[in-house]
């Protein structure tokens, strides 16, 4: 099973906007100098990284303690009528984990699909399945890295948490959620925002799971812009009403280790805000 971590860290969702030349080891350095100590690779458009760069990236990495995380191309659907795309899908993922696990990346996240025309019921099954293969690849080459399946932020996406949680009960390590706590604020139209709400989400969490899970946890936070179908854009924290003070100050109070990922356009700037609420709280 991949390591518990032994703090709460904090990072930013890809190379802080304060890098000069945006490389990722330079990313890495940055987040030092700013009193960070995670950072997300970002593989948006594709897993384009050479062995070589992802040596450099641990080596850099270990030496000034910051934890990494990767998350894996959007082009991913899971729930795709289409058997080549569905395939497509898994080997982003597994080229993800690849290279994450040369670069020592802790944890790998992933949006899983769309439901389209299909049931909960069967958008799960297909998502299992893609699961499935991955922990296949993951179990044959000794690969030791958590596999995250995200709760995604608008009614149209395979998701919520229960159905991410359902995920990480059945197979269970190293399939555990990545809560983000944006996306579920967006997908239930304003709620989780409040004290008694944040607990109830980690108490689920230890319920399904065990309280473990809480000392392993992947945590996405940014300002978010909502409509009827749920999230719309990303914004900075200041300008929601996104009580990311309180939410610190309940992940403290359950002494929540892991990472907590900024994703927001000034991706810096929340990481440092959270920490310094949580530090506060």
């Known amino acids: 099973m991949p390591r518990p971590m032994d703090r709460l860290r904090f990072g930013t969702g890809g190379i802080p906007v304060s890098t000069p030349r945006k490389t990722t080891v330079n990313g890495i350095k940055r987040i030092r100098e700013l009193g960070l100590d995670a950072m997300e690779i970002e593989f948006v458009r594709g897993v384009r990284m050479s062995e070589s760069t992802a040596l450099e990236v641990r080596r850099v990495a270990e030496e000034l303690d910051v934890v990494l995380t990767a998350h894996a191309p959007y082009y991913i659907n899971l729930c795709s009528d289409d058997r080549s795309k569905f395939e497509a899908s898994v080997q982003r993922i597994i080229d993800t984990v690849k290279i994450g696990w040369v670069a020592g990346v802790w944890s790998v996240v992933f949006h899983p699909g769309y439901y389209g025309k299909l049931s909960s019921e069967e958008a ?148 440092l805000r959270m920490k310094r609420a949580y530090e506060e709280a």
């Not at 995920?167 to 304003?190: K, M, N, Q, W």
């Not at 392993?216 to 999230?231: N, Q």
């Not at 990311?244 to 359950?254: A, G, N, P, S």
């Open 124 to 271: 799960y099954r297909r998502v299992r399945e893609g699961i499935a293969k991955v922990l296949e690849f993951v179990q044959s080459n000794g690969i030791d890295l958590w596999i995250r399946p995200e709760v995604m932020g608008t009614h149209s996406e395979f998701g919520t948490l229960e159905e991410i949680v359902r995920l990480a009960a059945e197979f269970g390590p190293p399939v555990a959620p990545c809560i983000d706590f944006a996306h579920l604020h967006a997908r239930s139209l304003g709620r989780y925002n409040t004290y008694e709400e944040f607990r109830s989400v980690l108490e689920y969490l230890e319920k399904e799971l065990g309280k473990e899970i809480l000392s392993a946890m992947h945590i996405h936070v940014c300002g978010v812009e909502y409509g009827s179908k749920g999230e719309e854009k990303h914004v900075n924290l200041p300008e929601t009403s996104f009580d990311y003070r309180t939410l610190m100050r309940v992940l403290k109070e359950f002494n929540v280790r892991g990472v907590v990922i900024s994703e927001s356009p000034d991706l810096e700037g929340d990481a």
